[in-house]
Structure formats: C-alpha cells, structure tokens
C-alpha cells in the first residue's frame, strides 16, 4: 500500500533516511539516486517501479499486465464505489466512515482514465460497482483527518480483492473538488498513479519509517514534482500538476506502452496562468507548435525531449521557473514567442519559428563551426549536419562557443558601427568587444551615449578633438586626414555645432562606414560577440 500526508505531500516536512540502501534524508540535506533492481536500465524509470520480490530477479509485476510482457497492451476496469467494500480497505491505516466520490471527482477520474487510455497502451473502462460486481480499480472517500493522510492506495497485484483501491480523505475539502492545477487534482493523479503501478521516488511513505531494505529512489536533484507527481517534494514556487510528470511517462509507457494522444499535427497555446501550474506536453506524432503569442512576460522555451521551459507567470506575478516540461519521446517543430525578449533552445529536430516582438535568442548546443548561418531580411537560417531551421523575427543565436546578432537595424547595427568608427575594426571586429557594446544596447543605453563611453575607453578622458577626428576619418576612410580636413571636420566640434559623441554618431551613418565596415554582408552571416553566462546579452 502507498498512502500520502497531507504535509509530505505539499513537500512540507521529509522524513529521515537512515539505512544504508536509503535516498532521502532530512530537509535540506542531499542525497544522490540509487538503484538496486535494474527492471528498464532507466533510472528514470527504475525509481518509481516496483514488485513483489525483487531478489528472485526484478520483473515489476506491480501492474495489471503482469502476466504478460512489460509494455502489453491490456484492458482495465475502474469503478466508483457505492458502499465500504465487503473486503473493507478504509480503516486499513486507521481512517473510518466512508463517502462516495463526489460529481466533480467522478468527472476528474473519469478525465483522467479518459486521457491515460488514449496517451498509454492501456484502456481503461468505467463499470457499475456493488457489493460483489465491481471494477478493478474502486475509488472512494473515507475519513482520514486524524492521521493525515491525504490519501492511499493499492498498487496493482498487491493483497488480492484491494489491488488498485483508492481511498481519498473527504475532511480534506479540495479532495472534493479537483480541478487541474489544484491540489486535490494532483492527489488524484498521485492515488491513480499507485493504482497504476507507480510507487514514491524516494525512499520514505507517509507515517512510516525509512525503508531499511535496498531499494530504487531519486537523488534530491530530481526528486520534486517538475519530474513526478509521485514525489513528496514540492518546487519552489509550489505549483500543482495537471498531469503526470516526464518521468511518470516514461514509467507507465514502459508498463502499459504508447497510445495516439495528441495523433496530428496540434498547436500547444499557453497564457500567463499556466505559469502557476506544472504542465508537461506529450506529442509524438505531427508536425506540432508551441504558441506563447498569449504570455506578455518573456518565455524560455526548450523544445528538446526530456528539457524544461519557463512559460507564463507564478501565483506571485513572477515569471514562472521551469514550469512546462516537455516528454522524453516528443519532438515539437514550430513557435510562436512572446512579445517579450524570449530565448529558445533547439536540439536536431528541424525547427521553424517566429519571434515575434522583443530581442529574441535562439540557443544551439554545438560550437558554431557545426552550423552554416545566414540571414535574409527578417528571417534567419541555420542549417548543418542534424539541422535546417528557419527563424522570423529572431535577432541572435546562441552557438556553444560564440553567439551571433541579425539585428543590424537595431542594436548589432550600431555596435557595428561603434565597432568600425571609434576601434577600427571594420568587417572582422572583435567578439568581446562587440559582447560589451551589446549588452550595453541590449539593456537600454541609447547609442549616443554609448558612443560617448566608447570615446573616453579608447581615447582617454583627456584626449584631444585633434586625436578623435583624426582616428574616426583614418578608420572610415583608410588614410589619415590632410591637415585641411583634420581643421574643416573638428571644425565641426570645436565651434559647437556637434559633440565629439553627436560627430561620431554622424560618421559612422555615412556610407564610409558602410563600407569599412562591410554593414550589407555582416547584416547578413551576423555580428560575433562572445557568450555572456551571467544573464547578460547572449546568455544561455
């Protein structure tokens, strides 16, 4: 049996690990993952499976498909218990009384099996329930306020007519009525999730002590509900599910295998409210897209298998925290960002995307030489070996070891010109030089200032007009001035007509500095800076 407290549910409270075999500990230590039996060679997988006895070889025969192979497809009654069982179950851990399944319980449940039988292998089907006919899996209601507990349940092929019963506390209001994203809804998946087959991933079960036999648990880096509904521990901004975790899946596809749930192409629309609740997208089939038109605060968007996102915003208005997973067997092909500054990462499945407003970063994970990158107008492509992308309205790329700027008529364009005016460095300039100017632009600074600041780091603060003109006409014109010019352009400031920062604003717009700095064809293959992982420009 598995049950579940009310505070270690909410992550509020763990218990002390103790035995030699054991994940888990105290609150706030760490601990790593451990790996006893081997059923799938996923540790993945391994942690959140069980069997009857692991020590005559592990086959985690706690499923409905125990006779048969791991992964059999097979067909499963559920049932809404009308009356306390014949063969009893709730005062097995000390509850009383009993209530049936409230209407809005029984049309979550009922959602639930709905999805799990066309996301997984399995079907499952409602039946009446009385005495002596009922379904394989009997959910119910009992009074377990006075020792705590949420909830329970029997793991399938566990202590014969209880295997895959599940009893839910109804002092516990939010049982009653479960909603996605609500706490009673997560428990509910929590309590199918065991009738399924699913145990804790750590080593601990509500009210009882640590095991102290071996056993599979997750270390503490993964052992939070971003991961698993079947965890104890919450995440940091305490969201709630709407469905199982990508490990979860991984488990329950490699008990009951792969359904057609979201069979086609299918467009994932998310607004700032999701960002309140842990969401994960399983998609296997199609050409598919994520479309954050609707999130008015900047998303980082991973689109790789098994990878978090940071969509919308949490219950405190702040942009939420890898809040949207993404499932191990799903590719998604297209995006459509924010309005905001958004980053997206892409692995090798070709990905084609739209921006849209804000300074946009697409994110590599090879070094640059692996990519060929190029871009046309508003559009960028990039392909490779594993790779054919094409972005709209996305200003840089991110590469391993140096990221690029496509916004030549913003922020890379007077970098540029910066770059070629003031530091002579004309179609090859340097990538630490331009990741300075940029993150400068990027955060704000108007461009004649930072032209002023340009000046006085090169020059010195006691520089002459003499130095500046001279240097600015020898760099866009590649020959220093005759004395005649070097009087008629610092003409220009001496009598106050411009500043030193206005002038060199004014040269570098003139069509010698699009040619010195070769703006056309730099427009196109990008603007180098280097990589800033503080948070900066470019971060990734």
Known sequence: MQYDSFESFEGESSPVADAPYAAGGPWGTTYPTVIAFS???NYRIDVLLDDNDPYAGPIADRRWNYQQDMGSKVTVSYSFMSDVPVYGGNEDIGGFGFQPFSEAQKTATREIMARLSSELGITLIETSDSAYDYGQIRLGNSNQSWIQTAGYAWLPNHDGEKSGDVWLDFTFLTNLSPAPGNIGYSTLLHEIGHALGLKHP???????PTSQEPGNYLGTAEDN??????SYESVAAFQERDWYGIYDLLALKALYGRGSWNAGNTTHAFTNADGDILKVIDDTSGVDTIDLSAVTTGAKLDMRPGTFSSVGLDFRGNPAVDNLSIDFDTSIENFIGTSQADTFIVGNTPVSGNGSGGLDTVVFTSARGAYQASASGVTVSVTGSATNDSFTNVERLAFADINLAFDFTGNAGEAARILGTIFGQGDNPNPAYASVLLSYLDNGLAYEQLMDGAIDFHFGVNHTVTQLVSTIYTNLAGA?????????????????????AQFAVEASNTVFADW???????????LAYDRVMDGGSGSA
Do not use: C
């Open 516 to 526: 010195i700095i070769d703006f056309a064809g730099q427009s196109v293959t990008g």
């Open 480 to 500: 220093a001035p005759t004395p005649q010019a070097l009087d008629y352009y610092s003409g220009f400031i001496t009598r106050g007509e411009y500043t030193e």
């Open 39 to 41: 059923y799938t060679g």
């Open 225 to 230: 509900y971003a991961y698993t509904v079947m």
């Open 202 to 208: 750590g080593n601990y079960n509500a009210g009882d």
